[in-house]
């Protein structure tokens, strides 16, 4: 098996702008994996809360990793490699969606076929990062004239506190009129719990459908007295990292949010999914800045997934690889063996 790395720029449209800061132009590491004349593809995104926060770190860990001899394991016994050796999830990432990639394109079935899995029914959401109400108004046309998205996820938890959140959430409400969309609010853990009572009953008001993250992450202990009486749902996403996070707070929440960049890939993924639903719990699968081969491996799974935010190569200027599209308001993967993405350019690192 032969594994090489490139790092590629992902130049975005528009910055995003979240609780924590701001993120704008960022460098993937993209994983291509090849045996038997077989290629699978898979990309890293490298983040700080994920373990690894630079393109050379992610490198420089699955190189540890290969170096431990994977050849001819399987892709279980190969994050439990990962894990003993305490490779970074994101940077393990990369090298689980492309092991998959290439079984399924060694049988020669798209990869939801080869787990058992519908193609996804669900529409995404698009994102809109914390800012200013004027620049909301100016944004949301860009969004949505010529889309056939009909969800938006509003970005909340400004650091300038709650009424800036408020202002600009109502200019949201008053710019979608024309576009027949819903709503959705993801604070990203930057409301206290004080805070986080407030907006969810002001929210319940105002069209909204659920509320992710209203805490940061390690406050999780808080979310038993936000859940009781709570208005509307409450997902977790930073909060929801791999399958056994879920048994600490299953009773305080109605749903979790997993990314392929936090859990390490797709096979921790399906775990973190038939966990929340042994649990009664809804699901949610986002990304973060990715291209459309981590998305397309995230519209592969997303067949039984309940909600869906899976945007952000629609965001890039331009994407450097090819694969899943939206298609009537669907992030659909491409009908092909694997998950039918791949890199269009192969600049070596």
Known sequence: MKVTFHKVLLKKRFPLAISRGVHGDTYNVFVRVEKDGVVGWGESAPGKNEGAKTPDLVISELQKLIETNIEDKSIYEIENIAREILISPCSYAGLDIALWDWKSKKANIPLYNLLGLPLPKTKTSVTLGIM??????????????????????????????????????????????????????????????????????????????????????????????????????IFVDESCRFSQNIIDYSDWVDGVNLKLMKSGGITEALRILSTAKAFGL?????????????????????????????????????????????INGVTMPRIAPGHGAFLTKEPQC
Not at 151 to 179: C, F, N, T, W
Not at 303 to 323: F, T, V
Request: charged share 25%; glycine share 6%.
């Open 132 to 233: 200013s109400p004027e620049s909301a108004k100016e944004r949301i046309p860009l969004l949505f004239d010529g889309s056939s998205a009909k969800h938006l996820k509003v970005k909340l938890g400004s650091p300038k506190g709650i009424e800036a959140d408020k202002r600009m959430y109502s200019q949201v409400l008053e710019s979608i009129k024309p576009y027949n969309i819903s709503l959705r609010v993801d604070a990203n853990g930057g409301w206290n719990i004080e805070n986080a009572k407030h907006m969810i009953e002001w929210l319940s008001k105002r069209e909204c459908d659920y509320v992710e993250q209203p805490l940061a992450e390690g406050m999780e202990k808080n979310l038993k007295t936000l859940y009781e009486n709570r208005l509307l749902p």
């Open 282 to 326: 809804e699901t949610m699968i986002g990304c973060m800045s990715e291209s459309s081969i981590s998305i397309s491996a995230g519209a592969s799974i997303s067949g039984q997934i309940d909600h869906i935010d899976l945007d952000s190569h629609y965001n890039l200027k331009p994407d450097p690889a090819s694969g899943a599209k939206m």
